[in-house]
């Protein structure tokens, strides 16, 4: 039995205070916290594809803006948060080849993940709650604190 992940909370920190990025960051909590229920009830298989989906969605519609706000503003760390969100390019990237190592035979045996599908699922599930904690939490959180308290048009 694998253990049980606790839901993503929408905490005030989160709030960057630009309604649509504020939206983006709604909607992956929402996505990943249907991901993490499933996974927690022993369904996480069913939402495999929709969740990888909804990271690669999230990555397109939320970064770029994000990135063209800190420009803007002039944000210092902005090159630190960009690399941030190539990592999580990264992660997305890997994560969706071990998901179609899983759907092919004759996998190469130093590609399969012995783990199976079950292995897949974890590392999202890790993937997800790291990037709460470390990004969201962490690097836009600062972000919102420069743009909220430091910066001035
Ligand atoms: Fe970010």
């Known amino acids: 039995m694998s253990k049980t992940i606790q839901p993503l909370e929408w905490v005030d920190d989160l709030?960057?205070?630009?309604?649509?990025?504020?939206?983006?960051?709604?909607?992956?909590?929402?996505f990943a916290n249907v991901f993490i229920d499933a996974k927690n009830v022993g369904n996480g298989e069913e939402q495999l594809d929709n969740v990888l989906n909804?990271?690669?969605?999230?990555?397109?519609?939320?970064?770029p803006p994000q990135e063209d706000l800190m420009e803007r503003i002039k944000y210092p760390s902005l090159d630190e948060h960009k690399t941030d969100h190539k990592k999580f390019n990264l992660g997305v990237?890997?994560?969706?080849?071990?998901?179609?190592?899983?759907?092919?035979?004759?996998?190469?045996?130093?590609?399969?993940?012995?783990?199976?599908v079950d292995g897949v699922l974890t590392d999202i599930a890790d993937f997800i709650t790291d990037w709460y904690h470390s990004h969201m939490?962490?690097?836009?959180?600062?972000?919102?604190d420069y743009y909220n308290y430091e910066y001035k048009e």
């Open 15 to 30: 709030r960057l205070g630009d309604y649509s990025l504020d939206n983006h960051t709604k909607e992956f909590l929402r």
């Open 137 to 144: 939490l962490g690097a836009d959180k600062r972000l919102s």
């Open 54 to 63: 909804h990271l690669t969605e999230y990555s397109h519609k939320h970064f």
């Open 93 to 116: 990237a890997k994560l969706l080849k071990k998901r179609l190592l899983l759907k092919r035979a004759n996998v190469p045996a130093d590609e399969y993940d012995e783990r199976g």
